[in-house]
């Protein structure tokens, strides 16, 4: 768990190399459902998850997606 308080977990994934979920703690359907505060919490955890991904993996890009919405593909049903 970071200490921004979003947990985050990753998994080995056939298509990437590796493949990391970062949700809110406080659990919404969409981005636009969380507050100012919560979408900086989200984001810097982000960085810094993605920081530690390319340390460990010795990478240098990334990349980061939302599905944010059925129509956008989002299979579950909140924001990750």
Do not use: M
């Not at 990437?16 to 919560?38: G, M, Q, S, W, Y």
């Not at 010795?58 to 049903?77: E, H, K, V």
């Amino acid at each position: 768990q970071s200490q921004a308080g979003f947990p985050w977990s990753y998994t080995n994934h056939e298509v990437n190399l590796v493949d990391v979920l970062v949700a809110p703690a406080r659990i919404v359907k969409r981005l636009c459902e969380l507050k100012a505060d919560e979408v900086g919490d989200l984001f810097t955890t982000v960085q810094n998850v993605g920081a530690c991904v390319e340390q460990a993996y010795r990478g240098s890009s990334l990349t980061i997606a939302i599905q944010d919405g059925p129509q956008a593909g989002q299979s579950i049903d909140h924001l990750h």
